[in-house]
């Protein structure tokens, strides 16, 4: 799942998107590494920052988890509020 994602961030066309994010997505890196719904948020705004890509039509975070909620929305807002001096 956690690849799936990367793959179609990475190689897909991004136009009028909205995602939304998990946090226990209950999966592993290539290397084996347990990764989050909070991992692939860092992953995905390092890939809008250092590719320049318009910013999705909304951000959902849809989780259990109400502490890997409240860090994914933090660290989401806190790119927004920072987003014009990134990209």
Known sequence: ???????????GELVDYVISFDHDIQD???NGDEVTGYTAL???????IENKI????????HTK???GKRN???????????SEDLL
């Not at 994602?5 to 190689?11: G, W």
């Not at 910013?55 to 959902?60: F, K, N, Q, R």
């Open 42 to 48: 860092k992953l995905f705004v390092d890939y809008i």
């Open 1 to 11: 799942r956690f690849n799936d994602f990367i793959f179609c961030i990475t190689q």
């Open 65 to 67: 988890n109400p502490v």
């Open 72 to 82: 994914m929305e933090a660290y989401w807002n806190n790119f927004l509020d920072n």
């Open 54 to 61: 318009p910013l999705p039509e909304a951000v959902y975070f």
């Open 28 to 30: 592993y890196n290539l």
